[in-house]
């Protein structure tokens, strides 16, 4: 499980590399639709020609057993560069803001523009998913991208240095390996749009280098994600979910369970279930098991060592660690409370308190005085119990009997509110993200004839062509405030405009027959 050495990029070349992106991006070569889905193509292959050196590099990097690997990367990579490649042609289409008398002539519309050059700042948990995903985003907006993998994962990150100039264009795609000082000098840069993945504290630091340069960005932040408990629950299916979602890739998701909120008078038949469920996956004990992703570092480890080490609450299942290794086995403590070390921080690590409270109320209590999560999972079968809940707390996701699943469901976004983030990337909303809508108009000449009461000198009798517009009815009063505008003026007008829309392209079916002959 030995990762190799990184080999970290010159600072002095960070400028150079930010300054290369820049110039081929302003050859305007991005525009084109074609040669965005050759470098979608170009980086499915990447991940498909190289799948087994990449499952190794995961494997050394975390610990992390191959079957995570396939469910959790490839299969939402190759969703993502799937869903772009076959919509990009419809995701770049000029849209109207529909018909309006008065400015149909004008043929207002607007459509999606790449933003530039993006940063993309992917965190060691997801290294590979989270550092794909979005640029599958950037490239079919037509943004350019430079990639900045996490150092903690430093064979994902060698790998991915080695093998982007190999496929994607060179100018255009750069990866950057570093620690603080590199990352440092990439955010002094001025770019078109930031993307980072990680935690609060790194996330206020991107955001005020951002904010120097008016830069854009999307904070991607994570946080201590609750679970509200119900005892009219299919509980089987329930704790076999909630340990899934829990002990995967180690813990170490941003949308894992981070704590329990359980009845007091459910909390013993809740431990008995997860028991049967923590046998039936590691039938040997965790220490024997082959499924389980270890920690990142020896740091982290010991970090969550002394979490464990030090709650107040009953450990129940597991509690091993062994640091060397990297191994902490999946953990399950009860009896937890509010002012407990487990309840003080993300955990971000195989560790799940229960934390038993009196009804739905004080559960809903505890969650309103936190920061705003990533997600809010409840575990119910009872309708009203689950809208209560999610009608009482704000939260990036709100999800029902399940855990962790939503960042892989193709169409759907992955983003935060308040302290877990703010934007969204994932399949067309991380096109969205590196694109800009621009505007367009196109307003023929002749039609100054018709507004010529917006040219001064003004004229007193201007509002008969602006009309009034309605209003919905006044709260307490029957009808609402009537439209006065002329319709049939306006009518009139359109049918100008559309006569003209007409012979204008009539004009150039002409010149274009005669080019041809």
């Not at 149909?104 to 060691?124: N, R, T």
């Not at 790998?159 to 955010?187: C, M, Q, R, W």
């Not at 904070?219 to 995967?248: H, S, Y």
């Not at 996701?397 to 302290?419: I, K």
């Amino acid at each position: 499980m030995a990762a190799r050495n990184l080999t970290f990029t010159p600072v002095d070349d960070i400028p150079k590399i930010h300054e290369i992106a820049n110039k081929a991006f302003n050859t305007g070569r991005t525009q084109s639709i074609a040669f965005r889905k050759e470098q979608l193509a170009q980086l499915g292959w990447l991940i498909r020609d190289n799948e087994d050196a990449l499952r190794a590099a995961l494997h050394a990097d975390l610990g992390r057993p191959p079957q995570e690997t396939d469910m959790l990367d490839f299969g939402t990579v190759y969703n993502d560069l799937k869903q772009a490649y076959d919509n990009i042609e419809k995701w770049v289409k000029p849209k109207s803001p529909g018909f309006n008398p008065k400015f149909f002539v004008m043929s207002p519309s607007y459509a999606p523009q790449p933003k530039g050059v993006a940063l993309l700042i992917a965190p060691f948990n997801f290294p590979m998913f989270l550092l794909i995903g979005p640029l599958v985003g950037a490239i079919a907006a037509g943004s350019a991208a430079v990639l900045k993998p996490s150092e903690q994962t430093p064979a994902i990150a060698g790998l991915f240095a080695e093998l982007v100039p190999k496929y994607l264009d060179t100018e255009l795609y750069h990866v950057i390996n570093g620690s603080v000082a590199e990352t440092t000098k990439a955010l002094e840069l001025r770019w078109d749009h930031i993307l980072y993945t990680g935690n609060g504290r790194v996330g206020r630091i991107v955001a005020a280098a951002a904010a120097k340069h008016l830069t854009p960005v999307t904070l991607e932040l994570g946080g201590k994600n609750p679970v509200v408990f119900d005892p009219k629950v299919d509980l089987k299916m329930a704790a076999r979910r909630l340990l899934w979602g829990r002990f995967t890739n180690g813990g170490q998701i941003c949308l894992c369970p981070e704590y329990v909120l359980v009845p007091a008078e459910f909390q013993d038949t809740l431990v008995e279930a997860l028991k049967e469920a923590y046998a039936s996956f590691y039938p040997d004990g965790p220490e024997k098991s082959d499924s389980i992703t270890h920690i990142v570092t020896e740091a982290h480890t010991v970090r969550i060592k002394r979490l464990i080490d030090e709650t107040k609450g009953k450990i129940v299942l597991g509690g091993s660690v062994d640091v060397p290794t990297r191994f902490v086995a999946p953990t399950v403590v009860r009896d937890v409370a509010l002012d407990d070390v487990l309840m003080a921080e993300e955990i971000f690590g195989p560790v799940l308190p229960l934390v038993p409270v009196k009804d739905i109320d004080e559960a809903l209590s505890i969650i309103r005085a936190r920061e705003h999560p990533l997600a809010v999972y409840v575990f119910s079968q009872d309708k009203a119990f689950q809208d209560k809940v999610f009608r009482n707390t704000r939260s990036g996701a709100a999800v029902v009997n399940e855990s962790v699943l939503t960042a892989g469901v193709t169409g759907l976004p992955v983003g935060g509110v308040g302290e877990s983030g703010y934007g969204f990337y994932g399949g067309k909303f991380a096109f969205d993200t590196f694109s800009y809508l621009r505007v367009s108009l196109n307003n023929p000449s002749w039609v100054d004839k018709v507004f010529s009461f917006r040219f001064p000198p003004y004229k007193s009798n201007y509002k008969k062509y602006l009309g009034t517009v309605s209003l919905p009815p006044r709260p307490g009063k029957a009808t609402g405030l009537t439209a006065a505008t002329r319709w049939g003026f306006w009518i009139v007008f359109a049918l100008m405009g559309a006569s003209s829309v007409i012979l204008t392209k009539t004009g150039r079916l002409s010149q274009l027959k005669r080019l041809a002959q």
